[in-house]
């Protein structure tokens, strides 16, 4: 009787209860919600220093960081997508294939950030246009954390490979331990040896490094071919480089959209003095905790749906979309109410200066509505990184942003800050709506029984052997 794969063998399931869709995606919820704590951390420890200016300084410089690495966010989703879609196909040698084409990217992008790091940080202090104070404390912050970019970058190409082959377990492994690492080295630096912003980053970059190479050693344990058997020619093989480039193309757009939201936000909360930049700083730390549990939940459905494509599964399709909206419509309720009810004493956990507190309190229910309106576009947003489908995914985050541009222009003359968060719950809202207008087409494909290309690519290999 012959022995099958791992990766054989995992794939075989054709269907999905909801507390299997529940065990799926909870380490990755749990692994995601770590994320943003690597700047929660790092704005909560600076924000116990006396004056305000350093969690503007870390805000600044970690919006920067924020804009290099979302830029290449692609090198997560689309390696989880294209991942689990070999998966489900069976391919191993795709398998491979889909970790090793990234990482290459990944260095070489990170590489060029370290190169040019001086363009880079000008850049951005002359877009946001902090005060003097600030601007110094983010240079401090910025000129180590840079040092990082390759070894962050590798870490997401790693860590969407594990997502696409339902590693799901290792994935939050790792997210844990470098946050964790991170948290105790940004507590030592900064509140033991007195080492301010440069110590939060030199704990961030601390923390990077040393998950890589923890990455690295379960890697090598669980590929199914060794480094000195890659078949070369395949690595770089046009097709799927191309399919690659169109897909990472429509996720780049989509990020750039996003990241020039936040830019914008950033930048108009700048120009309303220090104290309201600290505030804003704060609430956006906290809105990522929540979106990065829906950005958890989006990415077992990027795993589920990648598998269903690959397996021709519509079945698995169904169940993942039923499951996903059971469950992030009670998180986003969840969220919603619990920040509304007990959100003064949340962001006294971020900062002991009365002043920033009261002004952040101001704009509580606007974060309070958040959760429900942008969960359906977070978690869907895995579903189409998981088709390999990105077109949706770009098109509502252009015209999402054209939209909060526009509402910026009207809203915060009117309204000041109220207007800028007006705004940035429109953004959310259209972008929820346009991906759910655009589902029904996706199923289509899906019930359709579509041949995916890794699996088409899987089946051309197996015949010509």
Request: net charge positive.
């Amino acid at each position: 009787m012959p022995v099958r794969s791992p990766i054989a063998a995992a794939a075989e399931k054709t269907s999905l209860t909801p507390g299997q869709y529940l065990a799926m995606c909870m380490p990755l919820v749990l692994a995601a919600l770590s994320t943003p704590l690597l700047g929660a951390v790092d704005t909560a420890v600076v924000g116990r220093l006396p004056e305000p200016v350093y969690i503007g300084g870390v805000a600044v410089a970690s919006m920067t960081f924020n804009t290099l690495y979302w830029v290449l966010g692609f090198l997560r989703m689309s390696t989880s997508g294209f991942s689990a879609q070999a998966f489900g196909s069976r391919d191993q040698s795709e398998m491979v294939m889909t970790l090793a084409r990234p990482v290459v990217l990944a260095i070489l992008f990170g590489l060029l950030f370290i190169v040019f790091q001086t363009a880079i940080k000008e850049a951005s202090l002359q877009l946001i246009q902090p005060s003097a104070a600030v601007g110094q404390q983010a240079t401090l912050y910025f000129d180590i954390r840079i040092w990082g970019a390759p070894f962050v970058l590798v870490n997401y190409a790693i860590l969407g490979w594990m997502i696409g082959s339902s590693n799901v377990r290792m994935a939050l492994f790792l997210q844990v331990f470098m946050n964790l690492l991170n948290v105790c080295l940004s507590v030592l630096f900064v509140l033991g040896l007195g080492l301010g912003v440069q110590g939060v980053a030199g704990a961030s970059l601390i923390a990077e490094i040393m998950t890589l190479c923890l990455g690295l050693i379960v890697v090598y344990r669980r590929l199914p071919t060794s480094i000195g058997q890659l078949d070369w020619r395949q690595l770089m093989d046009r097709t799927p480089i191309a399919r690659m480039a169109i897909l990472n193309r429509d996720l780049l757009i989509r990020t750039l959209c996003i990241l020039a939201m936040y830019l914008l936000f950033t930048a108009y909360g700048a120009r309303m003095g220090e104290t309201n930049l600290a505030a804003n700083a704060i609430l956006l730390q906290i809105h990522l905790l929540m979106a990065c549990a829906f950005d958890g939940m989006g990415n077992a459905n990027s795993a589920l749906v990648g598998r269903a494509i690959g397996e021709r599964n519509s079945r698995l399709y169904n169940d993942t979309i039923k499951s996903s909206a059971i469950f992030s419509s009670g998180i986003s309720v969840s969220f919603g109410t619990l920040f509304f009810l007990y959100g003064d004493n949340i962001l006294f956990l971020f900062t002991g200066l009365p002043e920033v507190i009261l002004e952040a309190s101001r704009y509580k229910p606007w974060l309070s509505l958040f959760p429900v309106i942008a969960c359906i576009g977070l978690s869907l947003n895995g579903v189409f990184s998981g088709a390999t489908r990105a077109g949706p995914l770009r098109d509502s985050l252009i015209i999402a942003l054209i939209l909060y541009v526009a509402a910026n222009w009207i809203l915060i003359p009117i309204w000041g800050n109220h207007g800028l968060w007006a705004s940035f719950t429109l953004f959310y809202l259209f972008r929820s709506l346009y991906l759910r207008l655009s589902l029904p087409g996706l199923k289509k494909m899906i019930v359709a029984g579509s041949e995916s290309p890794a699996h088409a690519a899987g089946s051309a290999r197996c015949a010509a052997r």
